[in-house]
Nanobody
């Protein structure tokens, strides 16, 4: 079982940056692929980025490519989402998610087994 706790959200002006962190409990963190999703009011939860169990492979949704970077530190059971050049459209609750490692990239919520409670990101124009 993995428990996830996100932090780092907040209010920022357009063009600013934020660094989201997700800390996982348990001793098998390195066996999990990790992902970040977000959900804006009235919208479905959408994929943002994912990183493989080894950290060697990453994948992003088109709207954040070149602005967001996902990384992980297996020694500290942590996954990071560095967000630059933020836009008002990035406003949402951001969720960290985990699933047992798999060769296939996972970009839908149903493919992930464990979720954090979310952290609010608000970008003002």
């Amino acid at each position: 079982q993995v428990q996830l706790v996100e932090s780092g959200g907040g209010l920022v002006q357009a063009g600013g940056s934020l660094r989201l962190s997700c800390v996982a409990s348990g001793r098998t963190f390195s066996r999990y692929d990790m992902g970040w999703f977000r959900q804006a009011p009235g919208k479905e939860r959408e994929f943002v980025a994912t990183i493989s169990w080894s950290g060697d492979n990453t994948y992003y949704t088109d709207s954040v490519k070149g602005r967001f970077t996902i990384s992980r530190g297996n020694a500290k059971n942590t996954v990071i989402l560095q967000m630059l050049s933020l836009k008002p459209d990035d406003t949402a609750v951001y969720y960290c998610a985990a699933r047992i490692l798999n060769v296939e990239i996972a970009t839908t919520p149903r493919e992930y087994d464990h979720w954090g409670q979310g952290t609010q990101v608000t970008v003002s124009s």
